[in-house]
């Protein structure tokens, strides 16, 4: 089973508009990493955050982690229709090498 | 450069019989990985390659499936005797060194077992 959960599931807004999308976990980590997922592209790399950073922007997106609460979000800012896509948070935990995944928030920007 | 690469991009097959599934990594990258993805889910991690070496196989979901990794580069996932619930798709990614950071993620193979 999955080791954790991004919300909200589904996310429709408007071009233009900030969105958000939260992840939790239940295990500590060495870092977070958020990805997208489009038919287009398949599955990108979007930003990584180590478990000793707080915040980290790239571009319009902005991660914060909170160790403490043990959850993440990822805001992009002024979005368009291409950000349309689902996006993933994955955990790198303890000395393993595999990520694991979140199920992901489906995001659509509308014009 | 070229990316990670799969084959086939689809893959159908009826229940019961076995296939192979091929990931070329980024070349230089040493570690690969096997991800699994069903509809409407998140990835399940299913291997993970560091070099020919398979340090952590704990994701494999049955003595069905099994995968090996040639010369340090490419690698093969084998599923025998298919079920329906093996229907998915088959992610390969890879990244340099150890592997703390970023993966690089191939196209897939979507597997559909009749």
């Known amino acids: 089973s999955q080791q954790g959960e991004e919300d909200p599931q589904a996310l429709s807004i408007q071009e233009g508009e900030n969105a958000t999308m939260n992840c939790s976990y239940k295990t500590s980590i060495n870092n977070l990493q958020w990805y997208r997922q489009n038919s287009g592209r398949g599955l990108v790399h979007l930003i990584l955050i180590r478990s000793n950073e707080r915040e980290k922007h790239s571009g319009r997106l902005r991660v914060t982690l909170d160790t403490s609460k043990k959850s993440s979000s990822l805001l992009i800012t002024a979005s368009r229709a291409a950000d349309t896509a689902s996006y993933f948070c994955?955990?790198?935990?303890?000395?393993?090498?595999?990520?694991?995944f979140g199920t992901g928030t489906q995001l659509k920007v509308e014009l | 450069g070229a990316g990670v690469s799969q084959s086939p991009s689809n893959k159908v097959t009826e229940k019961g019989k076995d296939v192979e599934l091929r990931c070329d990594p980024i070349?230089?990258?040493?570690?690969l990985y096997w991800y699994r993805q069903s509809l409407g889910q998140g990835l399940e991690f299913l291997i993970y390659f560091q070099g020919n070496s398979a340090p952590d196989k704990s994701g494999l979901p049955s003595d069905r499936f099994s995968a090996e990794r040639t010369g340090g580069s490419v690698s093969t996932l084998t599923i025998q005797r298919t079920q329906q619930e093996d229907s998915a798709v088959y992610l390969c990614?890879?990244?340099?060194?150890?592997?703390?950071?970023?993966?690089?993620f191939g196209p897939g193979t979507r597997l559909t077992v009749l």
């Open positions: 994955a955990r790198r935990t303890g000395g393993g090498n595999k990520l694991t």
């Open positions: 070349s230089g990258h040493t570690a």
């Open positions: 990614a890879s990244s340099p060194g150890q592997g703390i950071g970023e993966q690089f």
